[in-house]
């Protein structure tokens, strides 16, 4: 583009949101002709499509590095700025986001428009004020034009994320990030939509769309969104404050910060910007700064000789490391293009077929090809080398089996987001190679296949991000919050929970129960508002318990408490077996308080159910007593109604008469084997006995009891002891009988072998009956009672028994015989020997 004589030449600078290029587009179609370069591809299709609404789509042209839209006599160009048409003459220019030429990356590339991309009549700057002094002197003649805001931006400091704002933007600076951001968002406020720098154009829209539909009211970005991006966003909250810039982590300057910062408010609505609690407060410097867009001016840009010379391999290697004629303009170093030249110079295979002006030429066609993979430079060069290689064979363009083989392995929508996204990197190199003239047979079919393999990757993932980062359903029901607040819960009679025409989850009882348990973890806010929205009816069903029956409420064998069939407590291990606590299940609807109020009511059910059902426990410790039968007596009901003899010999020992007369009056049986309360061994209180030792032994559920009426049963292997003794049975052998039974077998017993007059006697038929349903062998019980079998002289007669030499005592431990005194009869005697 050749500058005409006294044409204008316009820096139009200002912060964001000042309407700089809406003014460029509008100042180019005041023109027969015009080029507007942009920093985005993503921008330029925006800035495309609203030119082909106005002035149809034979008059505009799209040329982009992956894209281009060439009508056959076009007026307009709309570029991303590297691919600004520079040889064309054109009326008007304009280069957005001028301040870019700063930029480690891409900075020599605007430096370049700003010194030689002319319009034949007008030619517009558009960017940041920071550019004015690098402007003034390396063209002097511009004139300038400041533009205002049109809104104001002010700080809202340090936020949780949980507390942002709807239609807020949260900023961080890596793809793990804002994956960990927008799932948590997710979880709050029913998700977000998500940006990446390396999403391809039609992903990036897709989720931008669904953010400006209100769809979800939150964006997850990263420093993409601060160029080329207008969207309806009201807060920006920055989730870090430092970034990795390719060499190291650093803090992000005031003028980066102001750049994203200012996508708040849109046009004449204000805006307001801060940070997550995560990422800290911003420093007082950097918040006036960036309200008031006062920031330090640049004091140099990247600089790149465009005067190259392509006669030799080396002769370009030096003029692309040519120094700068200015002192303002610093020599792009480490640029992609410049560093794969360098490495494929190094090649001599590569080096021999680049001999020729032509070859030279196109060997730096080559480097320029964009790595959009990001993968490692090496393999990247490799894939560099590989296309020079097929352009300087005897084909002279890339062989179509060997695109087609490259291009196929990445059409392929399934995997999972960032296998989505490396696919889409592949296949816009793709893309840009199919947009290079010459280099394959059939350009304008591979460009059609590439870009509809990209549109149906573009698709996937934003299918895919979708479906991660977003619950539609919660999303809606956010949207429906009244000020983050209240929302209108109705509860049906079966206690299903709804809310906007949406199903929640279930009020049992006094919990909110969601219809699964993830759903809780996608949609806190939703369920916090909706449990706020359920207080009254909380309330409604806490009076109504205080009022109810006892008999409303049931204990089941896992110790749980149901009222009108809500599950709303258990039963927990108590001071003694015999006073257990309950608890209700937490709630977050029931408030301190409202607890409270719970608790006691179900205490008083306790008592009293404990009352009806362990009736001869309770009633025995109402009696009168003192001394030694106070004691057993509260012994023995700690103990739920039965205890060995042996432990309570002492207080026995210390009754008198008319304490056995009180406590034989209320059922308490005093037998060799055991001390119980006959009407605690009936099959209702043998039920809540079992269930009390379960409770206080932590073994849910409750084991299964006797049936009614039954005395003896078979032991179950999987029960301690502790249990059956605990219910009033005796475990003996593989089986277990009650403990009045126990006492009436060894009183027969015991009289049998008195009226036998003899050393042996037989088992009399009553205890032969009362022993008909014992499954073990009559001999191990006998032996416990202490019994032991003798030979019997006739077969098939009956067994006969005899004392043990050492009967056991009460507890099965065979008393010790005692010792002679030492100046006894009997101990003179001991010391007796006789020899045979």
Known sequence: MTAAPRARVVAVLGPTNTGKTHLAVERMLGYGSGVIGLPLRLLAREVYDRVVRLKGPDAVALVTGEEKIRPARPRYFVCTTEAMPLERQVDFVAVDEIQLAADDERGHVFTDRLLHARGVHETLFLGADTI????????????????????????????KITRLPARSAIVAFSAAEVYRLAEALRGHRGGAAVVLGALSPRARNAQVAMFQAGEVDYLVATDAIGMGLNMDVNHVAFAGLRKFDGAGPRALAAAELAQIAGRAGRHMNDGTFGTTAEAGTLAPEAVAAIESHAFPALKAVRWRNDALGFGSLGRLLRDLEAPPPDPVLVRQGGADDHMALVQLARDPAIAAMADS?????LLWEVCQVPDFRKTLAEAHVRFLATVFRHLRGPAASLPEDWVARSIERLDRTHGDIDTLMARIAHIRTWTYVAHRAGWLRDPAGWQERTRAIEDRLSDALHDGLT???????????????????????????????????QPLGRL?????VPLAAASRREGRAVWAAAERSLAREIARRLR?????????????????????????????????????????????LLDGPAQDRLRRRLALWLRRWSARALAPLHAARQVPLRGAARGLVYHLTEALGTLPAAEVQAQVRGLA???????????LRLGRRHAYLKGALRTRCLEARA????????????????????????????????????????PLGIAAVRADLVERLARLVRDAARRAGTDSFALPAEVAAALAAWPGDTALLLADLGYRPVPTAVDGQAPRFVVARRPSRAGGTPRRPAAAHAHSPFAKLAELTFKR
């Open 132 to 159: 004015r002094p690098v402007v003034r002197r390396l063209v002097p003649d511009a004139e300038y034009v400041s533009r205002p805001r049109f809104s104001r931006l002010a700080y809202a400091g340090a936020r």
């Open 357 to 361: 002006p032509e070859s030279v030429r």
């Open 467 to 501: 479906h991660r980062f977003v619950d539609r359903r919660t999303s809606a029901l956010v949207r429906g919050l009244k000020g983050w607040g209240e929302l209108a819960a109705v509860v049906a009679p079966d206690g299903a929970v709804a809310a906007a025409g």
């Open 508 to 512: 049992e009882g006094f919990r909110f």
């Open 544 to 588: 109504a318990i205080e009022e109810d029956r006892d008999e409303a409420i049931a204990v089941a064998d896992d110790f749980s408490l149901a009222w009108r069939g809500w599950r709303i407590a258990r039963l927990v291990p108590g001071p003694t077996a015999l006073e257990p606590r309950v608890e209700p299940f937490a709630s977050d």
């Open 657 to 667: 008469p008319a304490d056995r007369q009180a406590l034989a009056r209320i059922g």
């Open 691 to 730: 269930l009390l030792w379960a409770v206080a032994a932590g073994a849910s559920p409750r084991p299964p009891v006797p049936a009614d009426g039954r005395q003896v049963v078979a032991r179950d292997p999987a029960l301690p002891d502790a249990f059956y003794r605990a219910i009033g049975f005796l």
